[in-house]
């Protein structure tokens, strides 16, 4: 049984698993699919596509992979002043969905100040679940000493969450688990900001919370700043053997 992440994966990997007969459930984010088939979209149009993102994180070595040859990846302002494309008249952009969203947006316009015909997406990239923690960090860090956020070390939305903060003046801190929670990071703290990953469990965020509420933060709220109802479908592989919705 051989599972692709929510992050996706070049199809030569896909080709290597449908050669090898093996069982493959396809869990790939439809928000990431929409990128592929962009990247698909602009190589047909004979268009050199600029990744926006980390050219080591594996949602950008799938995307990438769908056109290798016709891809170039950048992390920064800086890479994009250093480009060369062989055509300046034929090219197109494409983001990585996990990335800051205030990043990219600088990237992108450094993008079009270089390149004006460049050409995007017909809609932003940025994954929404990733888009609506950035702007309920930006809120809750005016009011807190400390962000505490929940996710992987190698998570690329939940770093950047930790970017956001300390930008916004505020101290933060990744943590993989309430285990991570270091003491010495309350000392003079009052109020605490708590926010997790987009792909990071609830279970955990509740752990933290409660290991919070051992140090003597009781008074506990969520804000419900923006309202998530966006749903997914199960991968195919799983609908039939998935329980029934509960009503």
């Known amino acids: 049984m051989l599972v692709f992440s929510a992050h996706g994966v070049p199809p030569t990997v896909r080709q290597e698993a449908k050669d ?18 962009e990247a698909l979209k602009f190589a047909r149009e ?75 997406p017909a809609s932003d990239d940025i994954c929404y679940a990733t888009q609506n923690r950035q702007e309920a960090v930006e809120q ?3 009011d807190v000493d400390l962000i505490l956020v929940v996710g992987s070390q190698n998570s690329s939305n ?17 943590i993989d688990s309430a285990r991570d929670i270091d003491p010495g990071w309350l000392d003079g703290v009052t109020r605490i900001g708590l926010t997790a990953g987009a792909s990071a469990p609830e279970i955990l965020v509740e752990q933290v919370s409660e290991r919070l509420a051992e140090f003597g933060f009781t008074d506990q709220r969520d804000l419900d700043l923006i309202r998530e109802d966006v749903r997914f479908t199960l991968p195919p592989e799983l609908q039939s053997i998935a329980p029934a919705p509960r009503r």
């Open 158 to 174: 939940s770093n950047r969450l930790v970017e956001l903060a300390q930008r916004l003046n505020r101290k933060a801190k990744l």
């Open 140 to 142: 809750v860090a005016k």
């Open 20 to 37: 090898r007969l093996l069982q493959v459930i396809d869990a790939t984010c439809p928000l990431v699919t929409k990128v592929h088939l």
């Open 46 to 120: 004979k268009r050199t596509i600029i990744l926006i993102g980390h050219k080591d994180h594996q949602e950008i070595i799938g995307t990438s992979g769908e056109a290798p040859d016709r891809t170039l990846v950048v992390d920064s302002v800086a890479a994009v002043d250093a480009l060369q494309v062989e055509d300046p008249e034929r090219l197109a952009f494409l983001t990585q969905t996990t990335l800051s969203l205030y990043d990219t947006q600088e990237i992108v316009a450094r993008l079009r100040q270089r390149f004006p015909k460049i050409i995007g």
